[in-house]
């Protein structure tokens, strides 16, 4: 088994904040290589928001960076999303990633935000309401 399993969603008012948190398990795990968080909506496809590669670099979409901050703890095995200044537009169903190959971490690498296509594990996505 290598599960994600998201959690820390919920329903706030405009301009508050949220952490999402995102913990792995199984026999190994990806921390140490490369993570994300993604999130959707009914309306738009599947939005990479921010990565981190196993030295801590990070990388966001223009449409968060400067109000989320990505992290992670190695030793828990536990990935962060820090979101502060909340919009009606980030409502959304949010989604961590990992990628287990050793090495690779795509959107680092290539300087730019994540993309469905750089990751092989997916947890089930947990909500995100932003009220006016």
């Known amino acids: 088994q290598k599960p994600l399993v998201e959690s820390g969603g919920g329903s706030v008012q405009a301009g508050g904040s949220l952490t999402l948190s995102c913990a792995e398990s199984g026999l190994y795990t990806v921390t140490g290589f490369c993570m994300a968080w993604f999130r959707k909506t009914s309306e738009n496809e599947r939005e990479g928001v921010a990565a981190?590669?196993?030295?801590?670099?990070?990388i966001y979409a223009d449409s968060v960076k400067g109000r989320f901050t990505i992290s992670k703890d190695n030793t828990k095995n536990i990935l962060y999303l820090q979101m502060s200044n909340l919009e009606p537009e980030d409502t959304a169903t949010y989604y961590c990633?990992?990628?287990?190959?050793?090495?690779?971490?795509?959107?680092?690498?290539?300087?730019?935000?994540?993309?469905?296509?750089?990751?092989?594990?997916w947890g089930q996505g947990t909500q995100v309401t932003v009220s006016s």
């Open positions: 990633a990992s990628e287990a190959m050793y090495g690779l971490c795509p959107p680092l690498n290539e300087g730019r935000p994540p993309e469905r296509t750089d990751f092989g594990y």
């Open positions: 981190i590669d196993r030295s801590g670099d990070t």
